[in-house]
């Protein structure tokens, strides 16, 4: 944080750290990536925002799949007009998050997927419909295996009445993969056995006792992360070529004069025609496209498209789930921010 050479850092430590470091940043003037969840608390989350502001740094945070190109061609299509009014969004993804490798710890603190798979889910949504949710009303979905949230259902209402539907259920059980060709997140093949696995691998741990069960969680997690041999192609045919385009869920947007959603190759259009397949460039996304619009930021001396304010918007959303959840009661918004218009 003290070398003059390094203008920018990128903050990947544990949550619960989030705000003491990105102060550290604010306090020796260096711009600063936050990954999501930007804090574990919404008033922390406010805290770093001012800090920020305070001390005219860039604040930005990471939300990476807002950035896949196929979400951003969906968002100009509905800024355009050009299938009319967007009426709904409905969002789902079904997956094996609660069962990989990590300590029952972490999941406890970010409710399971809700405070960590939540930013992506929240962020594709708003950046769609235009940034504001106004109501909300969530449920989250337990996981017994596990004994935290495995999940949630949420229905959203914009500013402008548009509807929304948010579905994340990490269990283990269904993979929305299914529907788009067996591709995982990034874009690359995704076994059809990967749920059955994780489950079957996880319910074996549950008769070790808790210290070795987490030293072995963290051995695995270790192996797995970026870089290791984990990581290369799990498909004999994979290449950098038939990579396709990254897939958080099933998303689907209705418009007044057709419905869009992704495909492996950019969009599928359902108008008054029939289906067709509309193609999106391949651009770098997830955290390459974070440096590109914190780089973008700093030397054209303007706010970040995900700056700390969308962030917190963002933030807003989840928790109020966990509210929601917790009283059955209905949430009304305060923090939401518009976004910024697609390029």
Not at 38 to 47: H, K
Not at 51 to 75: C, V
Not at 199 to 205: G, P, T
Request: glycine fraction near 10%; charged fraction near 25%; proline fraction near 6%.
């Amino acid at each position: 944080m003290r070398d003059e050479n390094v203008e920018a850092v990128y903050i990947a430590t544990p949550p619960a750290f989030h705000l003491e470091h990105a102060t550290h940043a604010a306090r020796n003037g260096k711009h600063a990536i936050v990954e999501k969840p930007l804090t574990l608390d919404l008033d922390e989350a406010t805290r770093m925002v001012q800090i920020a502001a305070e001390a005219g740094i860039k604040l930005l945070a990471g939300h990476t799949h807002s950035f896949d190109a196929p979400i951003q061609k969906i968002q100009a299509l509905v800024e355009s007009g050009e299938f009319g009014p967007l009426r709904a969004i409905n969002c789902w993804n079904f997956n094996e998050f609660n069962h990989r490798p990590r300590l029952r710890s972490e999941l406890i603190d970010t409710h399971g997927p809700v405070l960590n798979q939540g930013p992506h889910h929240v962020d594709i949504i708003r950046q769609i419909a235009g940034g504001k949710v106004r109501t909300l009303r969530g449920t989250t979905i337990p996981d017994g295996l596990t004994g935290v949230e495995g999940g949630y259902v949420c229905h959203l209402e914009f500013e402008s009445g548009v509807p929304a539907t948010l579905v994340y259920d990490g269990r283990s059980l269904f993979d929305t993969a299914e529907f788009f060709e067996w591709r995982s997140e990034g874009g690359t093949y995704r076994d059809p056995q990967t749920n059955a696995g994780r489950r079957k691998a996880f319910m074996a741990l549950t008769d070790t006792a808790a210290p070795a069960r987490d030293t072995l969680l963290e051995s695995q997690k270790e192996r797995g992360r970026y870089g290791a041999a984990q990581h290369e192609p799990r498909h004999p045919v994979e290449s950098v070529a038939n990579v396709m385009q990254k897939f958080f869920g099933l998303v689907v947007v209705s418009c007044e004069n057709a419905t869009v959603r992704q495909s492996p190759d950019g969009l599928f259009v359902y108008g008054p025609d029939g289906r067709y397949e509309l193609p999106v460039e391949r651009v770098a996304g997830g955290r390459i496209a974070e440096l590109a619009e914190m780089h973008r930021a700093i030397v054209t001396n303007r706010k970040p498209q995900h700056d700390g304010a969308w962030g917190l918007a963002t933030l807003e959303v989840c928790f109020g789930i966990l509210e929601s959840s917790r009283t059955g009661q209905q949430v009304t918004m305060k923090l939401q921010v518009a976004s910024t218009p697609a390029a």
